[in-house]
């Protein structure tokens, strides 16, 4: 005996069966399961569902081999033709397998609920009720219901119209009935046994006659001629390559057709419907026809992404139809989605091309186009779907979230500040990043602008440090630190004095004549120090640890002197400060970034190391003087890292002269409607740049004339 | 200074012949979800690049380390029968690392991150012995094993796993929760790469033990 074990997958996709029908709703249905919502708990594999081919006993039966709570293992054991496997009545009975197993791995139904086994007779009528109940619990699968009832009955019809006679004799169609009318049980073997031993008198075409009659004795009429229908009904068998006719008993040569006089003789594969002399089919379509319906193309090569335009694509190659012009493709749509619904796609059907920007939500597609039967055939079109994955638009992904209510030190989302002093334009803005906003943080930068006596002009920058749990206090206690011990330091006369006496000579001395002379110029790494202190006494006031307030510090201070600016910088951290001149274009990086061992890592104002001697905290003060008209500008990483692609992007003028010109409108801006709060400049901020969503800090010290100078916007 | 980095996240899993029927089944679901939440997050699309080794009898390298964006998931296939060689596992995962991961230089990538999924134990003793440790010589971020099914042995994965986390069973659930926690961790671990160079791992479901 052998017994050839089938997993049901692997008949889904093996050639064996190429009808389009109940086998391709299967295989749908998997997919189905797979792609829809239903709760996981309800669905069976269907590896533990196993089709056994009985060669001997010629049965094929759907046994359920797994230890789900579904119960014990159940046959449905169906017996068919072995020369036949094409017979619509075997059709019939392996699609009510394949209901079966719909029900079974769908929860629906238990295996005892079913009627399979011995004893039961499953008809037309069962079907239709386990297909109405099964709607009843599933009201979202009455699609599905609806359609494999549809096929089901469609098959039910071909079969009908075949054994004309044999149904319309009986009041249904009985499944399993036998040939001599014993109500035998659906398992017993209504094969056709060449043997002698044939009780049953079966139609040598291996059908039984659902009657119950006697089969005719003359094999070579038809049964419907034989259940005196007249002729052979021929005009009830449309041409349909699924299903060759294995009917010798249907050999005609006794059989005239008035209408058609191309007779066949021998077998009756050929038949052709005389009522319609339809050419005959081209060979594509019934390529086409053969496969399964809706047969699915190889996925887009490219995945597409939400908002932005598809490379175009020519989907008559990709679908292999090049060759076949007269296959005509109709785009139906997208799927899942609303009915009708081309998902932002357009398809030119002259030139066979895909365009278009999708506008869904992200996930798994298919692109479903139709290819519709040639003239003269009357045939369902032949359905495709090419997959496609569709990125969501990765700028509606961002949200804004407010941080929570009760955090501690609160910190506005966005701010800024724009003043006009004497002939310089002075402006700083602050932008929570993208990054933060998603999580509802907070944001972390910090900025402060004074200006002193003398002139001078103090600026400081703070970014707080992203694993620092209060990183934004950290931030704005440090600004406001440092520039408060830049107004004490100016207050004493001598501290005062020797600052104007340092930048003096500076800008009287030749260029070349400059020493690096630090005298006066103390007053910044003491103003890093004490914002230093500042941070590491909050830190102990509120019994925290230090690194949970680490922020960098940028700060600089500049003052007039004739042509000339002087300008100091200090810098702990990363971030940019730089000068620029208008005049001669020149650019000059007055910061030293300090990068750590990773991407991302960098020093903090609460490493104390940095303020001991070992460390040589001088070593980050630069001292500048710079031509005026001029522009100063300290920005955190937020800023530089987007518009600064590396170090030697820094160094090269070309790069601040872009970044200049798109200062420039918000920067006009600002200076015709003197806006307090610098909005044109937050709104610059917010610029966008992939991969680049940190807090965005940017203060501006500036000559009127430097952008008119300059040759910017 | 940092153009667009890459955080590469690698999967070795298995597809040994105890996999064959709902496990296998059941992890295709669980990568495909996996990688549809992934797309929903803004960071994970703009960053994140995975590979996917699978392991049996033989090592297939059936997604080379590719976007997010651009990646379309092969079908995890699964031999009838075969023995877990981990060990081999390893050393492509090696080679794969050592060419795909950007190590220095200005767009040097952020360091990446190792799933190993296992329903057993490496078959290949010697060669698992052997390339153990060089896994840590590779920088990962973090490496954390997953111990499925009764069979696991997690004696295996915590010789090269920072951590090691176990599901009783293989069926649908268990792994839809592992899978739902992996783009978790991921996606945390990708915000907050750079900051913090501890990754630490989000709570794990009810349905998955951390043994480490």
């Known amino acids: ?713 | 200074m940092a153009t667009n980095r890459r955080l590469p996240v690698y999967f070795l899993l298995d597809t040994s012949g105890s996999m064959v029927g709902e496990p296998i089944e059941a992890l295709r679901t669980g990568v495909q979800s996996l990688v549809g939440a992934l797309r929903q997050d803004p960071h994970a699309l703009e960053t994140l690049c995975l590979s996917l080794i699978t392991f049996d009898r033989e090592v297939s390298v059936i997604l080379p380390l590719t976007s997010l964006e651009e990646l379309q998931l092969p079908k995890i296939d699964c031999p009838d029968s075969g023995p877990t060689n981990l060990g081999m596992a390893l050393k492509v995962l090696r080679e794969r690392v050592e060419v795909e991961v950007r190590r220095s230089g200005e767009s040097r990538d952020w360091r990446p991150l190792l799933f190993v999924f296992t329903d057993g134990g490496a078959s290949d003793r010697q060669e698992f012995g052997r390339q153990v440790p060089e896994i840590k010589r590779l920088g990962f971020a973090s490496v954390i094993g997953c111990a499925a099914g009764p069979k696991a042995k997690v004696d295996d994965l915590e010789q090269f796993c920072e951590h090691v986390v176990r599901l009783e069973t293989m069926d649908g659930r268990s792994l839809a929760s592992y899978f739902q926690w992996v783009s978790t961790a991921v996606a945390s671990g990708n915000v907050s790469m750079g900051a913090n160079p501890d990754m630490r791992l989000p709570a794990p479901p009810a349905e998955i033990n951390v043994v480490i």
């Open chain 1, 1 to 713: 005996m052998s017994i050839q074990s089938i997993p049901i997958h692997s008949i889904l996709v093996s050639g064996r069966n190429t009808l389009a029908g109940p086998f391709e709703i299967l295989d749908g249905i998997r997919q189905h399961c797979r792609n829809s919502d239903w709760d996981g708990s309800a669905w069976i594999s269907p590896f533990e569902w196993v089709l056994e081919h009985n060669t001997e006993t010629q049965s094929v039966c759907l046994r359920y081999t797994g230890v789900s709570s579904l119960g014990p293992p159940e046959t449905a054991r169906i017996f068919y033709d072995s020369d036949d496997n094409h017979d619509p009545a075997t059709m019939q009975r392996l699609a009510y397998i394949r209901l079966c197993f719909w029900v079974l791995s769908s929860g629906l139904a238990s295996v005892e609920e079913l009627p399979v086994g011995t004893g039961d007779r499953p008809r037309l009528e069962v079907l239709k009720r386990m297909l109405a109940e099964l709607s009843a619990k599933c009201p979202e699968r009455v699609d599905w219901a609806e359609r494999i009832y549809g096929i089901l009955t469609e098959e039910l019809e071909e079969f009908k119209r075949i054994n004309a006679t044999a149904l319309s004799q009986a009041a249904e169609p009985e499944l399993c009935a036998t040939a001599n009318g014993d109500e035998t049980p659906c398992d017993v073997n209504l094969v056709h046994q060449p043997s002698a031993a044939s009780s049953e008198p079966v139609n040598q075409a291996g059908r039984v006659m659902d009657d119950g009659r006697e089969p005719p004795a003359d094999k070579t009429r038809c049964p419907g001629e034989a259940a005196g229908q007249g002729d052979c009904s021929l005009e009830d068998r449309p041409v349909r390559e699924a299903y060759p006719r294995a009917e010798p008993g249907c050999r005609d040569d006794s059989v005239t057709d008035p209408e058609n006089e191309a007779v066949q003789s021998g077998d009756c594969h050929e038949v052709v419907d005389p009522a319609d002399e339809a050419p005959p089919e081209p060979e594509w379509w019934a390529y086409l026809a053969r496969r399964a319906n809706p047969w699915t193309a190889p996925r887009i090569p490219r995945n597409a992404r939400g908002g932005q335009p598809i490379e175009a694509i020519d989907v008559r190659l990709h679908v292999g139809l090049d060759g076949i012009r007269d296959a005509k493709l109709e785009f139906i749509g997208l799927q899942p989605g609303f009915p009708d619904s081309a998902g932002g796609f357009q398809f030119n059907p002259d030139d066979g091309v895909l365009t278009g920007s999708p506008n869904v939500a992200g996930g798994d597609y298919e692109l479903v186009f139709d290819i519709p039967a040639p003239d003269g055939v009357k045939a369902s079109p032949v359905r495709y779907l090419i997959p496609v994955t569709i990125n969501p638009d990765p700028q509606s992904l961002w949200r804004t979230l407010e941080p929570p209510d009760d955090s501690r030190f609160r910190k506005r989302n966005r701010a800024g500040l724009y003043r006009r002093v004497a002939d310089k334009s002075i402006t700083w803005a602050s932008v929570r990043g993208r990054s933060h906003a998603h999580e509802g943080g907070h944001r972390d930068d910090d900025c402060r602008i004074e200006e002193l006596v003398d002139g001078w002009h103090v600026v400081a920058v703070a970014d707080g440090a992203g694993s620092a749990s209060c990183a934004r206090l950290g931030s704005a206690v440090a600004v406001e630190a440092c520039v408060n011990s830049l107004r004490e330091q100016l207050d004493h006369e001598e501290i005062r004095q020797a600052l104007r006496n340092a930048a003096e000579t500076l800008a009287s001395q030749e260029e070349s004549e400059r020493a690096s002379q630090a005298r006066g110029w103390e007053v910044l790494p003491k103003a890093a120090f004490d914002a230093q202190k500042a941070v590491l006494d909050k830190a102990r006031e509120l019994a925290i640890e230090d690194r949970a307030l680490g922020t960098t510090l940028l700060a600089f201070m500049t003052c007039d002197i004739g042509t000339k600016s002087i300008v100091g910088a200090f810098s702990v951290g990363d971030g940019i400060i730089a000068s620029i001149e208008a005049t001669s274009g020149r650019s000059r990086l007055l910061s030293v970034p300090d990068t750590g061992e990773f991407a991302g890592q960098t020093k903090f104002l609460t490493n104390r190391e940095v303020f001991l001697p070992e460390s040589r905290p001088y070593s980050r003060l630069r001292i500048a003087v710079v031509d005026r008209p001029a522009m100063l500008i300290g920005m955190t990483d937020g800023v530089s890292d987007p518009k600064f692609s590396s170090d030697e992007s820094m160094a090269n003028p070309l790069s601040w002269r872009e970044l200049v010109t798109e200062l420039a409108a918000p920067l006009r801006e600002m200076g015709s409607a003197a806006d307090d709060g610098a909005a044109p400049l937050q709104q610059w901020l917010d610029f966008w740049a992939v991969g680049h969503h940190d807090d965005r800090t940017i203060a501006i010290c500036m000559d009127q004339q430097f952008l008119d100078v300059y040759g910017a916007g």
